[in-house]
């Protein structure tokens, strides 16, 4: 094994001031590919167990070399590597170089990285930290070269201040498109969810923007804005806010809640005990089945795991990664007028894919509420079994760009 090792990884196998002698001399465009190299090396050292953890070089690698050189690297990298380099090793290089190096890359070259980085459950967390981290004519720069679902993405991800920070670092043109995007079909809280960025913006700003929606999602915008502050859960931690319902008769608990900001009902509602939120939202549904199932459609939170397409054409696929709305939906009594009419006001794909997620015996129960509408058995992408035929390999198109 030692031998394999020798042979089919000699980079990995140079010492440090061997490897960074090397690449310093190498060209541009050679300097990046040995890179490349050294980082497939150790990932494939790795995978059979013959990298210790805390040997990896190449965050080593990068700490010995100067700003400049990395930066002229990164240049020629591809996007996966970077990531690969900085993030996806036992040691890291230092958080204040790494954030130098970051700042030195062009903006074209970051927006990249951190389109890379919105996919999965963990990266964007680190790709906000990133984002908020640059100076803010920077950090809109990126924000202006990314992809929409990306930049979104990555934004929830950050504080409300952040957030109105770099949406008032972009054109109006572009911040127009995010809020467009924000918004979606209709639904009170990415409504409520655009407003309070757009509320905290100066009013100049503000106009601009609102004047590049299309009039039925200004109005939507402006709408929230109206309802500013009327709950003082709008302003304390969720998990306080929380307790202090679990401490609350239902009907109060329910009343108390209704008052909220949308977008905090749903951050409230995520941290909730699921029978304890079926009850406030069957009494909120008495009055406004529809608040109810956006509600339950936004408590639901999905990651981006690709893209597919190119160009114009190009889009995210998103799935749930967890999914709050099934637990309340399973306690909620389905025998009442309110939670009935909630059924038939959520959008079709997104009942779907939250009964996937419920008891059988309860989604046979949905079903015939549902007025015979039909309520098909399809799983996500990621859970669907495909049968091949015996004794010779097939490969099966998933969509999504899997095999």
């Known amino acids: 094994m030692r031998e394999t090792h020798v042979t089919n990884h000699p980079l990995s196998n140079l010492s440090l001031s061997e490897l960074v002698e090397r690449l310093l001399k190498a060209e541009r465009a050679e300097r990046a590919r040995l890179f490349q190299r050294l980082i497939e090396e150790e990932q494939e050292l790795s995978l ?31 996007d996966y590597y970077i990531m690969k380099a900085l993030f ?53 720069g990126v924000v202006d070269s990314m992809e929409i679902a990306s930049a979104i993405r990555i934004l ?40 309070n960025i757009l509320h905290r913006l100066d009013d100049p700003g503000k106009r601009q923007i609102l ?48 008052k909220a900001n949308p977008e905090k009902m749903v951050d409230i509602l995520k941290l909730c005990d699921a029978g ?22 936004e408590t639901n939170e999905k990651i981006i795991i690709g893209f597919r397409g190119r160009g114009r054409q190009r889009a995210c ?5 967890m999914c709050p709305a099934a637990g309340i ?13 909630v059924l038939e006001l959520m959008r079709g794909e997104v009942l779907e894919s939250i009964l996937d997620r419920i008891p059988d015996e309860k989604r046979a129960e949905i079903a015939l509420l549902r007025k015979g509408k039909e309520l098909p058995m399809k799983l996500s992408v990621s859970l669907q079994l495909f049968t091949v035929g015996k004794g010779t390999r097939k490969t099966v198109n998933l969509g999504h760009g899997r095999k």
Not at 61 to 72: G, N
Not at 225 to 246: C, H, N, Y
């Open 211 to 258: 004047g590049k929606l299309k009039p039925e999602q200004a109005q939507r915008v402006l709408a929230q804005m109206k309802q500013w502050g009327e709950s003082e859960f709008d302003t304390i931690d969720p998990r306080q806010a929380v307790l202090r319902l679990a401490e609350m008769c239902p009907e109060e608990a329910a009343a108390e809640l209704d």
């Open 48 to 78: 059979l167990n013959l990298l210790k953890a805390y040997e990896d070089k190449v965050p080593l690698v990068l700490q010995m070399m100067d700003v400049k050189s990395v930066v002229e690297l990164f240049e020629e990298l591809d």
């Open 276 to 297: 304890k939120a079926a009850g406030v939202l069957t009494i909120i549904a008495r009055h406004d089945p529809k608040k109810v199932a956006d509600l339950l459609e």
């Open 88 to 140: 996806g090793n036992f040691r890291a290089v230092d958080e204040e170089k790494r954030q130098k190096i970051l700042e030195g890359l062009s903006q074209r070259k970051t927006a990249l990285l951190l389109n890379r980085m919105s996919i999965g459950v963990d990266n964007p967390k680190a790709a906000a930290k990133i984002l908020r981290d640059l100076p803010i004519q920077a950090a809109s």
């Open 329 to 341: 939906l399973e306690n909620m009594d389905m025998s009442l007028a309110g939670n009935i009419n």
């Open 317 to 321: 696929v998103e799935e749930i990664y």
């Open 156 to 195: 929830r991800e950050m504080p409300i201040d952040d957030k109105v920070r770099i949406m008032a670092g972009l054109t109006p043109e572009r911040a127009a498109a995010l809020v467009e995007a924000m918004l979606g079909p209709e639904n009170v809280v990415r409504s409520a969810r655009s407003a």
